[in-house]
């Protein structure tokens, strides 16, 4: 069950920047820290962002995460072609008890 | 470095047991919770359920019936069940390290569960 809103898809050109949001509850986003990660065909999920804004080691700074009440965002600066890829933003949901993901956005670079 | 490593059938008949095990290497097992996550064909991301190395489990409310996960810590290796399955649980199932902040810092390979008659 999807409780996170994500827009479809999102394009832009290479070097350019391009924001995700993430659109959820008092008790999901309103509450819990968001995590966000890219999917590539094939390849498992990479954790981009915990804890609403936080890198992990070995990803790149180009990535960054936002989060404002109960919204999240992430930005993608100098995009590039090895950025095309699915994105998802997740949350624990303290109604529901369970961790729940974003609708998913597939990012173009045209 | 931390690696998981999973495995499994992955072609079942409906109303069959879904069974996956994750062998973790590296790092510590006991200071996290394990989870599994699948990805239907065509759609996003759902979490199945988490368990520690002590065997506390939370499962996804929408699974709990048909769901069990166990741990076996002198391996570190942990287990999803799944029973009854349907066409509806065919996905590509992942486990994967929860740490503190609810992250999935480490992922399996992933297992492709594929159910047809």
């Known amino acids: 069950q999807s409780v996170l809103a994500q827009p479809p898809s999102v394009s832009e050109a290479p070097r350019q920047r391009v924001t995700i949001s993430c659109s959820g509850s008092r008790s999901n986003i309103g509450t819990n820290a968001v995590n966000w990660y890219q999917l590539l065909p094939g390849k498992a999920p990479k954790l981009l962002i915990y804890y609403d804004d936080l890198l992990p080691s070995g990803v790149s700074d180009r990535f960054s995460g936002s989060k404002s009440g109960t919204s999240a965002s992430l930005a993608i600066s100098g995009l590039q072609s090895e950025d095309e890829a699915d994105y998802y933003c997740a949350a624990w949901d303290d109604s529901l008890n369970g961790y729940v993901f974003g609708t998913g956005t597939k990012v173009t670079v045209l | 470095q931390v690696q998981l490593q999973q495995w499994g059938a992955g072609l079942l008949k409906p109303l069959e047991t879904l069974s996956l095990t994750c062998a973790v290497y590296?790092?510590?097992?006991?200071?996290?919770?394990w989870s599994w996550i699948r990805q239907s064909p065509g759609k996003g991301l759902e979490w199945i359920g988490e368990?520690?190395?002590?065997?506390?489990?939370k499962y996804n409310p929408s699974l709990k019936s048909r769901v069990a996960m166990s741990v076996d810590t002198s391996k570190k290796q942990f287990s999803l069940k799944l029973t009854s399955v349907t066409a509806a649980d065919t996905a590509v199932y992942y486990c994967?390290?929860?740490?503190?902040?609810?992250?999935?810092?480490?992922w399996g390979q992933g297992t492709l569960v594929t159910v047809s008659s």
């Open positions: 994967a390290r929860t740490d503190s902040s609810w992250a999935f810092d480490y």
């Open positions: 590296g790092g510590s097992f006991s200071n996290y919770y």
């Open positions: 368990i520690n190395h002590s065997g506390s489990a």
